[in-house]
């Protein structure tokens, strides 16, 4: 049977963290609240020495209905009570490839590798919402090893759970775990043309495709054209969908 534990390897043990390495730590807390109280995303960081959270912020998605103190107190508890079992095994698989994934990256480049994955959070009423979780992490040890990581929850935009990608800073290249074959692979970051981030950003401020065409100096079927195109590259159905994938995978 799984347990709180299972969450935290030896491959990320923190024992000692050292006095130099608390002080970059001084009132950084300040900034993620701040930064919390200006998005709809729900936040949280995990201490890997203490081996819980450090911070939850109060956006409702990732509460469950509690109060974020209640669930900066219930740790990973929290995923026992609210993630469907199949998926906390998935969660568990996470941490293991992850942190396996993570031990092969040169010391200095570690801090620039964010992960992304969906798994089914239970809500009050008992509905299994899929979400996004984005992890990466804010403080290293002097050794490398991650002590504490920050992480963002939205809606996800996929249709099941898994999604497992890694993602390196100022690169277009992503590494997509296959849960099948269990292996990594690497992929391309999608790509969109001028023309396609001009149709997303015009979509997310409430423009019809008749109201987009003149701005963009063309005609409404043109529009309808590369939005269909934009569509078929991010594998959606409507522009609702293509803005969350845009905006969950940085597109924009």
Known sequence: MSNIHDFFTSRNTVTNVSENERKQTANYLETIKAFARTTYKSI????????GFEYVSENPLFLCGHTAEEVKEMGYLFYFNYVIPEDVE??????TIGFDFYKEIPLEERIYHSISY????????????LINQKLTPIFLTDEGKIWKAICIISLSNEQNSGNIRIYKKGENKIFKYDLKGNFWK???????????????????????INEMA????????????????LFEKLGV???SEAIVYATNNKLI
Not at 90 to 95: A, G, P, W
Not at 190 to 200: A, D, F, G
């Open 44 to 51: 949280y960081v995990i201490d890997y020495q203490k081996k």
């Open 90 to 95: 998935l969660l568990l698989k996470i941490n």
């Open 118 to 129: 969906d798994f089914h959070l239970k809500n009050q009423e008992g509905k299994a919402l």
């Open 186 to 208: 690497t992929e391309e970051k999608i790509q969109l043309s001028n023309r396609e981030k001009e149709i997303l950003r015009l979509s997310v401020r409430g423009y019809t």
């Open 214 to 229: 003149k701005p963009m100096y063309v005609s409404p079927d043109t529009v309808k054209f590369h939005r269909r195109k």
């Open 237 to 239: 159905t409507n522009i």
